[in-house]
C-alpha cells in the first residue's frame, strides 16, 4: 500500500468511527504496526486534520476534514480512468474533449505516487470506431441538442423515422440517454402517444430544442420510467 493511500484509508477509518479508537485498532485494521499510525497521525495532523486523543487513549476525527492534495484509492483511480477513456471513445467531441480535461485536471493535483499509477494502470478502451460502425454524422450533431435538453430540461421537437421507415413530428420530454455498444437510445416522454418511447439516434432526422419545459421534473420523469417498465435504479440500495 503507497502512503498517499494508506493515509487515505486511515482518514477513511477514522470517520467510521463515531468513538475514538486505539491506535492498535487502527493499526490491525489497515494492516500496519502501531508505529506506522502514530506517524500517519502525526503527517495528517500536520496538513490541518483535527484529530483529538493520544496514545493509549484512542483518537477521533472531527468532521469537515479534507486530505490535501486530491487522493483517490488505486481501484476508484482505475474506474476513473476506464470511464473516462469510455466516454471519450463513445460520446460527441464536445463530451469526449471535457471527458480529457477532467482526467488532466485530476492527474495535475494528484501526489506522485498516484499520478504514476493513474498512468500505468492498464486499463484501455479500444477505438469502437476501428472494430465497429461508426456514428452517423446526424447521431453526432444530435449529442450536444440532447445533452443540453437533458441537462436544461427543455421539450425537443423530434423528426423521426421508424424501422418500417414511417416519418413522425412529435413533442417529446427527454428523460434518459443510454449508450449501447452500437446504439445510443433516447428514453422521453411522448405528448402526441401519452406515453414513454425510445428514440435511437440514428434515426433522427430532424431535432430542436423548444423554450418550453415539460411540467414535471425529470427526476420525477425518471422515477416514473423506471417504475412503470420495471426498470432497477443503479443507485439505489441493495435489499437486503
Known amino acids: 500500500m503507497s502512503r498517499s493511500h494508506r493515509l ?34 502525526s503527517t495528517l495532523t500536520e496538513q490541518g486534520a483535527s484529530i483529538e486523543g493520544e496514545a493509549g487513549l484512542g483518537y477521533v476525527l472531527k468532521p469537515g476534514f479534507l486530505l490535501p492534495p486530491l487522493m483517490f484509492a488505486e481501484a476508484e483511480l ?87 421507415d414511417a416519418m413522425s413530428r412529435r413533442t417529446i420530454w427527454p428523460i434518459a440517454l443510454a449508450f449501447f455498444r452500437d446504439v445510443r437510445v433516447l428514453a422521453a416522454w411522448c405528448e402526441s402517444r401519452q406515453d414513454y418511447r425510445h428514440f435511437r439516434l440514428d434515426r433522427m432526422q430532424a431535432l430542436s430544442p423548444l423554450p418550453d419545459r415539460p411540467p414535471v421534473r425529470r427526476r420525477t420523469l425518471m422515477a416514473r420510467w423506471r417504475r412503470t417498465l420495471n426498470i432497477p435504479d443503479p443507485d439505489a440500495p441493495a435489499r437486503s
Open 78 to 164: 482505475e474506474a476513473l480512468v476506464l470511464g473516462m477513456q469510455w466516454v471519450a471513445r463513445q460520446s460527441d467531441a464536445d463530451l469526449a474533449r471535457a471527458a480529457k480535461q477532467a482526467l488532466a485536471k485530476i492527474e495535475a493535483v494528484l501526489p506522485t505516487d498516484l499520478r504514476d499509477h493513474m498512468a500505468g494502470t492498464g486499463m484501455i478502451v479500444p477505438n469502437f470506431a476501428a472494430t465497429g460502425p461508426a456514428p452517423a454524422l446526424a447521431e453526432s450533431l444530435s449529442l450536444p441538442i440532447l445533452r443540453t435538453a437533458l441537462r436544461e430540461e427543455r421539450k425537443l421537437d423530434l423528426t423521426y423515422r421508424d424501422k418500417g
Open 8 to 41: 487515505f484509508t486511515l482518514v477513511e477509518a477514522l470517520r467510521r468511527h463515531r468513538y475514538p479508537v486505539t491506535a492498535a485498532a487502527l493499526a490491525e485494521e489497515l494492516g500496519v504496526s502501531v508505529r506506522t499510525i502514530y506517524r500517519d497521525i
